[in-house]
């Protein structure tokens, strides 16, 4: 009966473990669908009426296993190092450089959404002051 009552409380500790997150596939070269700064839709590709037009040279370069090159609104590339955080919960850019303004080389970038074939969605954690101190929210779609 002990042994019975033993290997049941293994099972159940064994169910209980959490389990490992497979780590998102985004490896691909991403451009910008569509952008918004705290809120306001500011582009849209294809659209000459967007407020923002220097979205369209938005690109970023996850197709190395570990190094990035990042090109956001005004055109500037940076490279760095990427990573996932454990949880798939957020986009990490690292060492990046040159270093955008005010960030000490690091960008970071929830995803919204878990990342499909055709999509993905990032919002910044915090602002950028490139674009006027704001949170820009980001659907990139597969170059």
Do not use: H
Not at 89 to 105: C, H, K, V
Not at 106 to 114: A, R, S, W
């Amino acid at each position: 009966m002990k042994k019975l009552i033993y290997l049941i409380s293994i099972a159940l500790l064994a169910a209980c473990q959490p389990k490992q997150v497979e780590p998102a596939n985004i490896g691909l070269v991403w451009k910008a669908q569509s952008v918004k700064e705290n809120g306001t839709l500011v582009y849209t590709a294809g659209n000459p009426a967007s407020t923002r037009p220097g979205y369209a040279r938005l690109r970023l370069d996850l197709t190395s296993k570990e190094q990035v090159t990042f090109m956001d609104i005004d055109g500037r590339k940076l490279t760095g190092k990427w990573s996932l955080s454990p949880d798939n919960g957020r986009l990490i850019l690292e060492n990046l450089t040159p270093p955008p303004s005010e960030s000490a080389g690091n960008i970071e970038f929830y995803l919204t959404e878990p990342p499909a074939a055709g999509r993905l969605l990032l919002k910044r954690t915090n602002e950028s002051k490139k674009t006027g101190n704001t949170v820009n929210e980001y659907e990139l779609v597969p170059e």
